[in-house]
C-alpha cells in the first residue's frame, strides 16, 4: 500500500483543500479586526459620551443609545443632580417656625397645581402652561418608567414661591406630585413662572419610586431643575400682565451667569410650543440610571 500525498489525491481535494484554507483566512481577518475594535473602543470609553454634562453635586452623566423598529436611533442621558434651592417644601426645611412639608398634604397627588389645597384657597395667576415630563431609564436603553412619582414646583409670575415667601406662607399652590403613566409621562397645568433676581426662570422637581413614598425628601432619587428658552420668556414677560419685574430681571442674568445653569443645561431646557393667548406647553425628557 502506497503513502497518499496531497499532490497525489486529484482535483476534487486540491480544490478543497483551497476552500479550507480560504475559510481559514477569513476567519483570521475577522478575529483580526474584532480584536481592533475592541482595543478601539476600551481606548475611547471615557470619552464625551461617558459623562456628557457636569451636575451640581459631581456625579457622572451616562448615556443610552439604542435604535428603535423604525431605525431611528434614540439617546437619553442622566439629567443632572442640582440644588432644590430654599424652598422645597419637602420636608428638609423649615418656614415660620414649622416644617414645610407639601408632601403630607391631602390632595398633594394632582395634575392642575394653580390652586391651592388642605384649607387654603389662593389661586396662582398668570399665562397657563402645560408641563409634560417624560420619564426614562438610561441604563436599559431609554426604557420609558412607568409607576415612578415626580413632586414638581416652582414660583409664582411676581418670583415667589408659596409656603415661605412674605404674603403667601399660608397657601401651597404651585406645588403636586404625579405618577408616570404607562409611557414614563406625568403632566401638570400650571402657569408660566416669574424671573426673579439673580436666576434664570426655572422649575425645581424631585423623583421618588413611586408616590406611596414620595412623602418626604429622604425618599427621593433625584433633584433637578428646568429651563425655559430665552426668548419664550421674553415673549411672555414682554407681552403677558403680570410679569413686569421679569423684565429686567431677565435681562440681568443669562445661563452662563445662572448658578445653577452655567455648567452646562442642554439637557433642561425644555421645548415649548404655544403663545400667549391660548398657552404654553413644555416638554422634557428626564433620564435617570433606574
Given at each position: 500500500?502506497?503513502?497518499?500525498?496531497?499532490?497525489?489525491?486529484?482535483?476534487?481535494?486540491?480544490?478543497?483543500?483551497?476552500?479550507?484554507?480560504?475559510?481559514?483566512?477569513?476567519?483570521?481577518?475577522?478575529?483580526?479586526?474584532?480584536?481592533?475594535?475592541?482595543?478601539?473602543?476600551?481606548?475611547?470609553?471615557?470619552?464625551?459620551?461617558?459623562?456628557?454634562?457636569?451636575?451640581?453635586?459631581?456625579?457622572?452623566?451616562?448615556?443610552?443609545?439604542?435604535?428603535?423598529?423604525?431605525?431611528?436611533?434614540?439617546?437619553?442621558?442622566?439629567?443632572?443632580?442640582?440644588?432644590?434651592?430654599?424652598?422645597?417644601?419637602?420636608?428638609?426645611?423649615?418656614?415660620?417656625?414649622?416644617?414645610?412639608?407639601?408632601?403630607?398634604?391631602?390632595?398633594?397627588?394632582?395634575?392642575?397645581?394653580?390652586?391651592?389645597?388642605?384649607?387654603?384657597?389662593?389661586?396662582?395667576?398668570?399665562?397657563?402652561?402645560?408641563?409634560?415630563?417624560?420619564?426614562?431609564?438610561?441604563?436599559?436603553s431609554c426604557a420609558d418608567l412607568s409607576g415612578?412619582?415626580?413632586?414638581?414646583?416652582?414660583?409664582?409670575?411676581?418670583?415667589?414661591?408659596?409656603?415661605?415667601?412674605?404674603?403667601?406662607?399660608?397657601?401651597?399652590?404651585?406645588?403636586?406630585?404625579?405618577?408616570?403613566?404607562?409611557?414614563?409621562?406625568?403632566?401638570?397645568?400650571?402657569?408660566?413662572?416669574?424671573?426673579?433676581?439673580?436666576?434664570?426662570?426655572?422649575?425645581?422637581?424631585?423623583?421618588?419610586?413611586?408616590?406611596?413614598?414620595?412623602?418626604?425628601?429622604?425618599?427621593?432619587?433625584?433633584?433637578?431643575?428646568?429651563?425655559?428658552?430665552?426668548?419664550?420668556?421674553?415673549?411672555?414677560?414682554?407681552?403677558?400682565?403680570?410679569?413686569?419685574?421679569?423684565?429686567?430681571?431677565?435681562?440681568?442674568?443669562?445661563?452662563?451667569?445662572?448658578?445653577?445653569?452655567?455648567?452646562?443645561v442642554t439637557l433642561q431646557v425644555a421645548s415649548?410650543?404655544?403663545?400667549?393667548?391660548?398657552?404654553?406647553?413644555?416638554?422634557?425628557?428626564?433620564?435617570?440610571?433606574?
Amino acid at each position: 500500500m502506497h503513502e497518499l500525498h496531497d499532490h497525489d489525491q486529484g482535483l476534487a481535494h486540491d480544490l478543497q483543500t483551497i476552500q479550507h484554507a480560504a475559510a481559514r483566512r477569513r476567519q483570521a481577518l475577522r478575529w483580526l479586526v474584532g480584536a481592533g475594535t475592541t482595543a478601539l473602543l476600551g481606548c475611547g470609553g471615557g470619552g464625551d459620551d461617558a459623562d456628557s454634562s457636569s451636575s451640581a453635586s459631581g456625579s457622572n452623566t451616562t448615556t443610552s443609545t439604542t435604535t428603535t423598529g423604525s431605525g431611528t436611533t434614540a439617546s437619553c442621558s442622566v439629567i443632572p443632580e442640582e440644588t432644590a434651592g430654599p424652598y422645597p417644601g419637602d420636608g428638609s426645611n423649615t418656614s415660620n417656625g414649622s416644617i414645610a412639608n407639601a408632601l403630607a398634604l391631602s390632595g398633594i397627588v394632582r395634575s392642575d397645581i394653580r390652586a391651592s389645597i388642605a384649607g387654603s384657597t389662593g389661586v396662582a395667576a398668570g399665562v397657563p402652561l402645560t408641563i409634560e415630563l417624560r420619564l426614562v431609564n438610561t441604563a436599559a436603553s431609554c426604557a420609558d418608567l412607568s409607576g415612578y412619582a415626580i413632586y414638581l414646583w416652582h414660583c409664582d409670575r411676581d418670583g415667589k414661591y408659596s409656603m415661605y415667601s412674605s404674603g403667601i406662607t399660608d397657601e401651597n399652590y404651585l406645588r403636586g406630585v404625579q405618577s408616570t403613566d404607562s409611557g414614563g409621562v406625568v403632566t401638570f397645568t400650571t402657569i408660566f413662572p416669574g424671573c426673579y433676581s439673580g436666576r434664570m426662570p426655572h422649575m425645581h422637581f424631585e423623583i421618588y419610586r413611586s408616590a406611596n413614598v414620595a412623602t418626604q425628601y429622604s425618599n427621593k432619587l433625584r433633584t433637578s431643575q428646568l429651563a425655559f428658552p430665552v426668548d419664550v420668556c421674553q415673549t411672555v414677560y414682554n407681552g403677558a400682565i403680570g410679569y413686569s419685574a421679569s423684565i429686567s430681571n431677565l435681562s440681568q442674568i443669562s445661563f452662563a451667569t445662572d448658578n445653577v445653569f452655567s455648567d452646562g443645561v442642554t439637557l433642561q431646557v425644555a421645548s415649548v410650543t404655544g403663545d400667549i393667548v391660548n398657552g404654553y406647553a413644555a416638554t422634557l425628557t428626564v433620564g435617570i440610571s433606574a
